[in-house]
T-cell receptor, first 113, second 116 residues
Framework: GQQLNQSPQSMFIQEGEDVSMNCTSSSIFNTWLWYKQEPGEGPVLLIALYKAGELTSNGRLTAQFGITRKDSFLNISASIPSDVGIYFCAGQRNTGTASKLTFGTGTRLQVTL | NAGVTQTPKFQVLKTGQSMTLQCAQDMNHEYMSWYRQDPGMGLRLIHY???????DQGEVPNGYNVSRSTTEDFPLRLLSAAPSQTSVYFCASLASTDRAVSGELFFGEGSRLTVL
């Protein structure tokens, strides 16, 4: 099955720094989503994007749906220790078909004081 | 509000043993699914269900069975466990299968399975 290419695989940053991660695919998606997984927990939805070029914010998080529909970006501003976790992108090719969700391999974020 | 509840949280099996991972949701969601998470592989869909009595295969269904007799429950069965099935398993659900935003899954806390 197809996997999304997510980078970087891991990041070690200091508290207060900004973070950028991205997700690319060889195929077009109609929806992009970003999930966060904290240690010992299941992933939780952060941001959903439904339109090419769309830029959406959720607090210190900003995500963009790439204009080509083959990529998406997530930025975290002024990182804090509770940002630690694994961030997954997910793309959905056909709306209304949850079974067609494809997940990226994840970006592991560590924040040091 | 319990959301999606998975049991057990941890399990160790010997090769060839069978077991069932339980998943229950109290949100009256139509769609339920099982994923496995392996290092460097992200989340891969095993089986899913769009409603009671309806199930279908995902990306990696071999070695797993599911059933959906009620809206609330969606158990995952391993008939003869193999070391390759060592993984963390997540159950996920969402409200409606025909929503345009149907990527918005609610995940359980996961079940960590080790097969020796």
């Amino acid at each position: 099955g197809q996997q999304l290419n997510q980078s970087p695989q891991s990041m070690f940053i200091q508290e207060g720094e900004d973070v950028s991660m991205n997700c690319t695919s060889s195929s077009i998606f109609n929806t992009w989503l970003w999930y966060k997984q904290e240690p010992g927990e299941g992933p939780v939805l952060l941001i959903a994007l439904y339109k090419a070029g769309e830029l959406t914010s959720n607090g210190r998080l900003t995500a963009q749906f790439g204009i080509t529909r083959k990529d998406s970006f997530l930025n975290i501003s002024a990182s804090i220790p509770s940002d630690v976790g694994i961030y997954f992108c997910a793309g959905q090719r056909n709306t209304g078909t949850a079974s067609k969700l494809t997940f990226g391999t994840g970006t592991r974020l560590q924040v040091t004081l | 509000n319990a959301g999606v509840t998975q049991t057990p949280k941890f399990q160790v099996l010997k090769t060839g043993q069978s077991m069932t991972l339980q998943c229950a949701q109290d949100m009256n969601h139509e769609y339920m699914s099982w994923y496995r998470q392996d290092p460097g592989m992200g989340l891969r869909l095993i089986h899913y269900s769009v409603g009671a009595g309806i199930t279908d295969q995902g990306e990696v269904p071999n070695g797993y069975n599911v059933s959906r007799s009620t809206t609330e429950d969606f158990p995952l069965r391993l008939l003869s466990a193999a070391p390759s099935q060592t993984s963390v398993y997540f159950c996920a659900s969402l409200a409606s299968t025909d929503r345009a935003v149907s990527g918005e899954l609610f995940f359980g806390e996961g079940s960590r399975l080790t097969v020796l």
